[in-house]
């Protein structure tokens, strides 16, 4: 079983920052890739980036490339997902999710844990 624990969402206003985290436990971290999907009101949960075991292979949704950067601290259990030069159109639930492989996934489908989701909104 692994438990996931996302953190650092919250209000900004567009042009501004935030910083995601997300603490694993229960299952070998460093071994893992990791994930980053967000949810908006009425819509689909999208992929937003992903990271392999070791962070030498990284994904982008092209929505989000150039603005948000996805990384991981083995030591700490810990992935992050760095967001800037946010946009109204980022609002939404993001959520932390893990595959049951140590290499990088886009497919929303290759995830077999998820946490609980973070609230970032972000006002025009």
């Known amino acids: 079983q692994v438990q996931l624990v996302e953190s650092g969402g919250g209000l900004v206003q567009a042009g501004g920052s935030l910083r995601l985290s997300c603490a694993a436990s229960?299952?070998?971290?460093?071994?893992?890739?990791m994930g980053w999907f967000r949810q908006a009101p009425g819509k689909e949960r999208e992929f937003v980036a992903a990271?392999?075991?070791?962070?030498?292979?990284?994904y982008y949704a092209d929505s989000v490339k150039g603005r948000f950067t996805i990384a991981r601290d083995n030591a700490k259990n810990t992935v992050y997902l760095q967001m800037n030069s946010l946009e109204p159109e980022d609002t939404a639930v993001y959520y932390c999710?893990?595959?049951?492989?140590?290499?990088?996934?886009?497919?929303?489908?290759?995830?077999?844990?998820w946490g609980q989701g973070t609230q970032v909104t972000v006002s025009s």
């Open positions: 990271i392999d075991w070791s962070g030498d292979t990284i």
């Open positions: 229960g299952r070998t971290f460093s071994v893992s890739a």
């Open positions: 999710a893990a595959p049951s492989s140590s290499r990088a996934k886009v497919l929303i489908s290759a995830y077999d844990y």
